[in-house]
């Protein structure tokens, strides 16, 4: 039996948080919610996800030092950014860096669904 793609999400709002976990989940895949960034760095079960959804601005780590981080411990997941403040230039840097998109909030839910459907489904 094939088990479902994980999908970590990062996210310091929590109602952000839970909605996008919620629309993960409604998509039969399992969400993997964290408030920092950090915690997501530390978690034992990083090497198994399958994507990364990021809110860009966070309290102490951001989604782009998270970013960094990914990379230089050279792990490859397709990360997807999400943020209230949408910059030219911090949109450059994160697909620069290699993120498959940035979003800003308030994002169309159906553009989430065809980013997470394109990378998890070959």
Known sequence: MNKAPRIAIVDDDKSCRM???SLVRSLGYKPCLFSRAQDLLASPEIDDMDCLI?????PGMDGLELQ???VEAGR????????AYPKESVRQRALAAGAEGVLAKPYNAQVVIDFIERIVKP
């Open 19 to 21: 909605a996008l976990g």
């Open 54 to 58: 990021s809110d860009v601005q966070m």
């Open 68 to 70: 960094r981080n990914l």
């Open 76 to 83: 490859s997941i397709p990360i997807l950014f999400i943020t």
